[in-house]
């Protein structure tokens, strides 16, 4: 399922190049339906700014940064754009230099430019999607984007959770692509959930192309705009608890 280094870096170009062409398309004050708080600018200003954020820690690598993403200013509303596009550019040009392994800090086991790579595709892939929804209908993601994307949500449970992990007594949860391959099966035990890719039946199954599981495992869509057999309860507190 994992993409390689240059197809993420270069989902990051195409995702980039239309999110900026969304934004202008939209306007900087148009509201974004996803994200109900944030306007197109409140959108490039927090995409823009980890953009940064993952430049300066990848040039600066092994260190840990001195600062969150979050402590950064975004420039002026009528600059945004501009400035967005200049931040994945240079994000690009840095992880394709760097290439896949060079050793830096992360907030995971995997502390390689590879898993920088791998996440501000994903991030980038579901921001695109989040400006779209401002100027009319969003485009799926991309399906083998999409595929890597529900398995990269998964594998950052253990480490993103960590201190809070979803937990249970047996219940399973089946999520299954119906464009292509893809499952997964989520098992709940007492000691957090464990991930696997087959195909079983699970005490709740959720079915829809690759676009729209990843899209729902990130709280873009609601389980009613896809398939869901069994007790959709179960499915609602899994996604209520992985919420990021």
């Given amino acids: ?5 240059d197809e993420y870096v270069a989902a990051i170009t195409r995702e980039g190049d239309a999110l900026a062409r969304a934004a202008r398309d939209a306007g900087v004050d148009a509201p974004v339906r996803s994200c109900p708080d944030w306007t197109v600018g409140d959108l490039l200003g927090h995409v823009g700014r980890i953009h940064r954020w993952v430049t300066t820690i990848i040039v600066s690598a092994p260190d840990a940064p001195s600062a969150h993403w979050s402590q950064n200013e975004p420039p002026p509303i009528d600059e945004r754009v501009d400035w967005f596009v200049g931040g994945y550019n240079e994000l690009v040009r840095v992880l394709g230099q760097k290439g896949p392994d060079t050793a830096v800090w992360t907030w995971t086991p995997d502390g390689t430019t590879g898993f920088w790579a791998r996440r501000m595709a994903h991030e980038i892939a579901v921001h695109r999607w989040d400006a779209q929804t401002a100027d009319g209908e969003p485009q799926p993601i991309d399906r083998a984007l999409a595929v890597d ?3 990269e949500a998964f594998d950052m ?5 960590a201190h809070n992990l979803p937990r249970g007594e047996g219940e399973t ?3 299954h692509c119906t464009d292509g391959d893809g499952e997964w099966l989520i098992l709940l035990t007492p000691d957090g959930p464990v991930f696997t890719n087959e195909h079983a039946k699970g005490d709740v199954a959720a079915r829809g192309t690759a676009s729209d599981l990843v899209l729902l495992v990130w709280g873009r869509i609601a389980p009613e705009q896809i398939e869901v057999f069994g007790d959709a309860a179960l499915l609602a507190r899994w996604l209520e608890l992985t919420r990021f």
């Fill in 173 to 175: 949860l089946h999520l």
């Fill in 157 to 161: 449970v253990p480490v993103r959770l």
């Fill in 149 to 151: 994307g529900i398995q």
């Fill in 1 to 5: 399922m994992r993409l390689t280094h």
